[in-house]
């Protein structure tokens, strides 16, 4: 036992904690790809995705509660922030598209948010695996690997976003422009902030190893 | 007298000085307000607007130049800042939305503009107490309930916000749509910016209590 | 010779690596300005931006490994990291305007669009020499004046993006507006983001003098 468990035991529970917040962001985006993928009862997909909304929301405020009663934390502070409202920024741009398929009325969703949500299940769940390695820095290269993918998901999403942009762009009615364009930019923020999360944990490997 | 006021009695003008902050901020809430529910003089008005939001900007400069030049602060530094430029940051959403009120030469706002510019005028006095409730603890269950509060407010807006662009959709005009979007968005961000003040507040109380 | 060089000569890259990041930026700016300029070979003008832009990604990357590896910094980690990533910010809005200046198939720059980039070349290159003068504490001065310029040049912009939009609006064709308006919005917040840059600036010579 190294000397860091042995002072700070009741500590690791942070740990727990953003593994949490990382389950809710995953299952987020799964439950968004199977409303995209089944466009059925869009209503009831959606409230269940604000649900998991709603759970994301409660563990970061847990997160900062702790950490406001904390005066040692297992990793550092400004870090155990960052992942916290970073993770909560994927998980409100995958309840923000939502929403917006469903109050824009989007009669068939495109190709290309299929292909977003994908992109954002993969980055989600790979994010979700790599918060509970931290505990261990003996992962740490396969923490960093995974940044690594990430940031290649990032990339991808960046051009699935440009091309379909550009050839909503030739479409007749502007009103489906404007609607499927903000949709489609939502899901492409959502990658951008996996990209955040996973900066931050390279960061914490990086220092801790 | 406490300790800690022996110690640092002249760094207590940071609590005046973003309390006056605070106070241009519920101002410039309430200008908006009034130039939302009686359209006439825009520019008259909105130039009083951009005036109001100067004056944020010269406190928050003072605060920081100030945080500059002294080495113990009555709450974290961070805190401090965090403040400052949460603050700044709604007092730039209401200037912005004043500004495009004018350049996009609206005819009339919306009923949703003056429901929203109701909800900032309401959250903004709300963080206008909870800023000066601070610098003393004793009031700290107040504030808590005040950010409470402001979180409430923030998911009205979001409510109208949705439900008013989702209306706006039915509509002919794309470029009336366009504009009262994002008009619309500007005063639901000022919300946002309202609760990122208020959550800043919840944690200075957690932390020093 | 100071203290302070005495005790952290080696750390003294961090000036290095800053410069050549903010000097990738006023590179940026130039390349942007010579395409909206001379508006041919717009896929090559473009790529060479993109180029630029992973240089200063890369700049970057190696600046906050550096961090992770080193104790004590010349100036506070924290206002480094800032620097680091407004730098970046600036860079990455000067290349989504490039990107959407090729893929929406633009014909022809608008006038404010030149204008926004001279704006754009000036305050960067500004910017490039503060980074670096900051070494030098003598120097404050000068720092302090560039940052006075920078803000001054966001106003401009600010007021070019303002009347050029609401120009805009006066237009038939509104996948034409969409379009125009986005990248106008994009380069104007280039500007918003070396402003950010100059604060970063002019509290490291506050504090350090």
Same mark, same amino acid.
């Given at each position: 036992?190294?000397l860091?468990e042995?002072?700070?035991p009741?500590?690791?529970?942070?740990f727990?904690?953003?593994?949490?917040? #990382?389950?809710a962001v995953?299952?987020?985006?799964?439950?968004l790809?199977d409303?995209?993928?089944?466009f059925r009862d869009v209503?009831?997909?959606?409230?269940?995705?604000?649900?998991?909304?709603?759970r994301g929301?409660?563990?970061?405020?847990?997160?900062?509660e702790?950490?406001?009663?904390t005066?040692?934390?297992p990793i550092?502070r400004?870090?155990i922030?960052?992942l916290?409202?970073?993770?909560?920024?994927v998980?409100?741009?995958?309840?923000a598209?939502?929403?917006?398929?469903?109050?824009?009325?989007?009669e068939?969703p495109s190709?290309?948010?299929?292909?977003?949500?994908?992109v954002i299940v993969e980055a989600t769940s790979?994010?979700?695996k #790599?918060v509970g390695?931290?505990?261990?820095m003996k992962? #740490?290269d396969?923490?960093?690997?995974?940044c690594?993918?990430?940031?290649?998901?990032?990339?991808?999403?960046d051009d699935?976003?440009?091309?379909s942009?550009a050839?909503?762009?030739?479409e007749k009615?502007?009103i489906?422009?404007i609607?499927?364009?903000?949709?489609?930019?939502?899901?492409e923020?959502a990658t951008?902030?996996c990209?955040?999360v996973a900066?931050?944990?390279s960061?914490?490997?990086?220092k801790?190893?």
């Amino acid at each position: 036992m190294g000397l860091k468990e042995w002072i700070v035991p009741q500590e690791r529970h942070f740990f727990d904690l953003l593994e949490e917040d #990382a389950k809710a962001v995953a299952e987020g985006a799964r439950a968004l790809l199977d409303l995209l993928r089944d466009f059925r009862d869009v209503p009831g997909k959606q409230k269940h995705i604000k649900d998991i909304e709603h759970r994301g929301d409660e563990a970061v405020h847990t997160i900062f509660e702790e950490l406001n009663k904390t005066f040692i934390t297992p990793i550092d502070r400004e870090d155990i922030m960052a992942l916290a409202s970073d993770l909560d920024n994927v998980l409100d741009m995958i309840d923000a598209a939502a929403n917006r398929l469903r109050l824009y009325e989007i009669e068939e969703p495109s190709p290309a948010m299929v292909d977003l949500a994908e992109v954002i299940v993969e980055a989600t769940s790979a994010l979700e695996k #790599a918060v509970g390695m931290i505990q261990d820095m003996k992962q #740490a290269d396969k923490v960093e690997a995974i940044c690594v993918e990430v940031n290649r998901l990032e990339n991808v999403a960046d051009d699935l976003m440009n091309t379909s942009v550009a050839a909503l762009f030739k479409e007749k009615d502007v009103i489906h422009i404007i609607k499927h364009k903000e949709i489609i930019e939502r899901l492409e923020e959502a990658t951008d902030y996996c990209e955040d999360v996973a900066n931050v944990l390279s960061d914490i490997v990086a220092k801790n190893q």
